[in-house]
Each structure stands twice: as C-alpha cells, then as structure tokens.
C-alpha cells in the first residue's frame, strides 16, 4: 500500500484515477492544482506525485521543481498530452521519474508506478513502507539523473527472476546493487549467497560453485554441495565474474540454459533454481575478444545488464554521499557529526574519484580523524585525498638508515625487537600526537583495533601525555 498524490485540474480524471488506485490497494489522495499539489505534499508526505503538465496557474513544471525542493526523493511522474515531448523531456530533466502520454493505457500508468515506489524505496534505502529482507543494508545515496535511470532499471528487473550483469568500475557499488536486487526480489527470505571468482584460487572455484563428490579429487573426503546448491530457491551473487576461468564458464553456461548442475566427480545432474546475479568491473567484450570469456555466457549474461555511473560524472551526488558517509563513519566512531563546510564540498568536487564511492567513504572517514569535531573543510579534504595519493609509505629516508646502521654496529641481546619496539613508540606516539590524543582515532589512522593499540602502548609504556620526541626514543 502507497500513498499517491494525483494532482490534475480535471475533476473526472481524478476521480476515476483515484478510485482506479483504490482498487489496487493504493491510498489516492487528489489535489486540483499545482499550488494545491505542493501543499500536499509538504503535509501528507505521499510516496508518489502523479501530475498533469498543463494546468491553470502553476505549471505542472514549476510544481514539479518545487516539490523536489521539499523532498528530492519522491518520485514524481508527469502526464502530458500528445505532441508535447519537449515538455517532458524537461520534466524528465528537472527530476520526474518518467513521463506518460494522456489519455494513459490503464496496464502502463500502474507498471510506471510499481515501478516508481520500488525506485524509490531502493533510493530511499528502505525507509518508510518497503520490507526488505532481514539485516538488509540496502541503500544506495545519490538523486543524480544517472543514478535515478539506475534505480529505475533495478525497480524494473529486480521482482523478476531474470539474469543480471552489474557492470561499473571498482568501487561504484555494484555489490550494493546486488544486493538491492535480491532484498526487492520474491527469493528475500531465501539466501544471497555471495562468491568472488577472483579470492577463490582457480582450482578450488569449481568445486566451490558445483559441489563435489567423495572421492572426487585428492582431499575430497566427504561429499560437499556448492555454494549453488547452498542457495537453493535463493540468489547467487557472482563477483568479479570476468575473471572466471573458462571451464567453470561453460558449467555456469549449462546451469543458466538447463537449470541443471554437476558436482565434481558427480554421476548426473542435479536441478537447481537460483537467480543469478553477476558483477564485473572488467571489460568483458575485450575479454571475449581475447578468447578469456565465453561468448554464448555473455549473451545470456547481458540480457539485463545495469551500468552504474562512475562518481566523477555524477558530482552532484557528492553533498548527499559526503552527508551519508560523514554520519556513517561518525555514528561508527562514537563521535558527533561534525559536519562539511561548502569549501569542503567544493573540494570533493574538485577531485575526479577513479576509485569511485568507496574512495569518497575513505577519504570522509580520514577527514574525520583529523577534524577534531570542527565541520570538515577543504584542507581537510585535500589532505585525506593526498594521503592516498602518497600510498605506497614513503621511503624512510637516510635517518633511518643510518640508525639501524648504528644499531646494529652496537649490536645488544635482542637487538631486533629493542629497535622495532622504539620505532612502533614513535609512529605510535605520531599518531596520538595528530589526532589530539583521541586513541579511538589513532588506531583507525594506524590500521589498528582500539584493544590492539591500547596493548602496544601499554607495552610500550606509552600514553597520551607522552611526549615522545623521535630522537629521543630512537636514541
Ligand atoms: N550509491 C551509493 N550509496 C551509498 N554507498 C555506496 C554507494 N555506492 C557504493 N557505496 C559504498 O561504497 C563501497 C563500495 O561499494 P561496492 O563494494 O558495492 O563497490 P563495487 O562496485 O562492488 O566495487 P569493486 O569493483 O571494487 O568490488 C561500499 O562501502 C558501498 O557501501
Ligand atoms: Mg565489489
């Protein structure tokens, strides 16, 4: 059950569209014009606006705009009449989720807006009426009109039992969207069983996905069912899936055309129904090309294919995914959001992300270590993306050369752990030192749990107040 807004000067329209939506199980709430339409929606919240583009005083296009003021992430979808495409392609432009042509086919207004309260529940991450599946994290941030074609196609496809290829460069959450497609699916109360084809070495990933028989290889001491038939009635989530070798190809093939397995060593096929879903950050034609992936698996595959958007050509998704990932991160640290300036947020902007959405999680997480719960600005910004810039460490120079030189001149019974000891002290006292003594921070800025960092320094007779300079402990 929704709550949909119609908005339309024609009082017969809304009246048989209202109870049209009524007998779908939909709540219709009506409004006459577009002023009456933005009041209605700042009071009643609906999880959809339905609206006509042309009517007495405010514009349907000026409602539109005013509507997504107030609340960018209900969907709204335009009717326009015949012969008025430009109207709707800016309606489209200005953030409607689609437009429809008046008078409207019954079947298309009410698949538009299945369509458009699953998008927008993926979009809203779930909040409000969807249910998705237990412990479902689910929520991808970003109105961008890229990421909102990409809602649009996940709403689309994901009830159905259709194939998937997520297909985007490292980083721009093609595992999330996986994961949006079986939380939406009808299998969410079954397993989403995930497998990365590159962590697993070649010669297990086999046996891995099909299963084997006792006796099957060397090792194989009992009978083992696969990670597919472990998923039975559920999902499959195949990462990185350009880099499976080619003979598991051809029995993910079979499983996709006869709905069939084999495990290893196995004396017939066994049925299995699972929904595939595959995820690659490679280029899978050039693969092809190169004889490394199956041509008949990649049709089958790209039947439904959903591309998301790298984050550099989607900027203006940036103040909504540095506000998402700055309460995150916060909320994960136990400190209190401090927010981003607007120089902070040009400064993101600056930047092009090649490793997409979880480059920018990375970078607000650093920029909260430093901030010392001042609102984050772009220095800090700058900083935490040049840390990243100047990965691998920079190289120790001669200083420390020339004291294990020394050291090891001077020679001492446990000499080893003495100097490496010494030099944990002052990275250790380094990391206090910049964080304000936060020690929370300094283990998330060292790679450390907060026990790990609280045993070394307890070791090493370290605390916060320590003063350590590093002559003094390397000498
Ligand atoms: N639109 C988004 N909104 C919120 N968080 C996102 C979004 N896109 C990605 N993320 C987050 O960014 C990180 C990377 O996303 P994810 O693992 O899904 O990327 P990926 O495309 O699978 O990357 P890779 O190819 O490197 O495996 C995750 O922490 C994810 O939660
Ligand atoms: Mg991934």
Redesign the pocket.
């Known amino acids: 059950m929704a709550v949909i807004l119609i908005v339309d000067d024609d009082a017969g329209l809304r009246t048989s569209f209202a109870k049209l939506l009524d007998m779908e199980g939909h709540q219709a709430i009506t409004a006459a014009s577009g002023e009456e339409g933005v009041e209605r929606q700042a009071k009643d919240h609906p999880d959809l606006v339905v609206m006509d583009v042309r009517m007495q005083g405010m514009t349907g296009i000026e409602a539109l705009a005013r509507m997504k003021a107030q609340d960018p992430a209900t969907p709204v979808i335009i009717m326009t009449a015949f012969g008025t495409t430009a109207t709707a392609i800016e309606a489209v432009n200005k953030g409607a989720f689609d437009y429809i042509l008046k008078p409207f086919d019954i079947p298309e207004m009410l698949g538009l807006i299945a369509q458009a309260l699953d998008a927008s529940r993926l979009a809203k991450g779930a909040r409000k009426h969807a249910t998705p599946a237990a412990g479902a994290?689910v929520?991808?941030?970003?109105q961008s009109r890229a990421?909102r074609e990409v809602y649009k196609q996940l709403g689309r496809v994901a009830a159905t039992d259709a194939t998937v290829l997520?297909q985007?460069?490292?980083?721009?959450?093609?595992?999330?969207?996986?994961?949006a497609l079986w939380s939406y699916s009808g299998r969410k109360d079954r397993p989403l069983v995930v497998v990365?084809c590159v962590a697993i070495p070649e010669s297990l990933l086999e046996s891995e996905l099909f299963g084997h028989e006792k006796g099957a290889f060397t090792g194989a001491n009992h009978r083992r069912a696969g990670k597919i038939e472990q998923a039975q009635g559920g999902t499959v989530f195949l990462?990185?899936i350009g880099d499976m070798p080619l003979p598991v190809q051809a029995k993910l093939l079979r499983l996709l055309q006869e709905k069939q397995i084999e495990r290893l060593g196995g004396k017939g096929p066994t049925a299995v129904d699972v929904r595939i879903i595959a995820?690659?950050?490679r280029d899978l034609e050039a693969a092809m090309a190169e004889g490394r992936f199956r041509e008949d698996l990649y049709y089958r595959l790209q039947v439904v294919r959903i591309v998301?958007p790298p984050?550099r050509e989607r900027k203006e998704?940036l103040p909504q995914?540095a506000a998402?990932?700055l309460a995150?991160h916060s909320k994960a640290m136990s400190v209190s959001d401090p927010g981003i300036t607007a120089e902070g947020l040009a400064a993101l902007a600056d930047h092009d992300w090649p490793?997409?959405?979880?480059e920018?999680?990375n970078v607000l997480q650093k920029t909260l270590i430093f901030s010392r719960g001042l609102a984050i600005g772009a220095p800090d910004v700058r900083a935490a993306i040049a840390g990243r810039a100047a990965e691998p460490l920079p190289d120790a120079g001669e200083a420390l050369g020339e004291y294990a030189r020394l050291a090891v001149a001077a020679g001492g019974p446990d000499l080893f752990n003495q100097v490496t000891d010494r030099f944990a002290a002052v990275v250790l006292a380094e990391a206090l030192r910049v964080t304000g003594g936060n020690r929370s921070h300094a283990a998330k800025l060292l790679g450390l749990s907060r026990p790990t960092l609280l045993a070394k320094m307890e070791r090493l007779g370290l605390t916060v107040a320590a003063q350590i300079k590093i002559g003094d402990a390397l000498s």
Request: glycine share 14%.
């Open positions: 994290q929520s991808l941030v970003g990421m997520v985007g460069e490292s980083g721009t959450g093609k595992e999330l969207a996986a994961r990365n990462d990185e995820a690659t950050n998301l984050l998704d995914l998402h990932f995150l490793g997409n959405v979880r920018l999680s």
